[in-house]
């Protein structure tokens, strides 16, 4: 069974930073496509970052420049690693996983989720 369990969220001022980590329940090797989605009150889930089997990540937009994501297979763990934080940056943070190869930040195409973790951003 694949378990995520995200932790590292919490209240920043803007400017701050955190770092998300997930922890996954299997060996996600070179197997699972990884990624972070977030959704904030009334908004749809978005896709925030992508981190392929190989390591290649991809960021929307709206984080490009601020937010790094990395893999580490041998503790089974990815990190999401957010510096000037935004008030629009607040949201509930989730990672999710599949076993195939990466193919966009489309949230239907994940078959493993966290639980979340809730990331505030104050002005």
């Known amino acids: 069974q694949v378990r995520l369990v995200e932790s590292g969220g919490g209240s920043v001022q803007a400017g701050g930073s955190l770092r998300l980590s997930c922890k996954v329940s299997?060996?996600?090797?070179?197997?699972?496509?990884m990624a972070w989605f977030r959704q904030a009150p009334e908004n749809e889930r978005e896709g925030v970052a992508i981190i392929s089997r190989i390591g290649i990540t991809y960021f929307t937009d709206s984080v490009k420049g601020r937010f790094t994501a990395s893999r580490d297979n041998a503790v089974n763990t990815v990190y999401l690693q957010m510096n000037s934080l935004r008030p629009d940056d607040t949201a509930i943070y989730y990672c999710?996983?599949?076993?195939?190869?990466?193919?966009?930040?489309?949230?239907?195409?994940?078959?493993?989720w966290g639980q979340g973790t809730q990331v505030t951003v104050s002005s």
């Open positions: 299997v060996s996600i090797g070179s197997k699972y496509c």
């Open positions: 999710a996983a599949k076993r195939r190869a990466c193919s966009g930040l489309d949230f239907a195409d994940f078959d493993y």
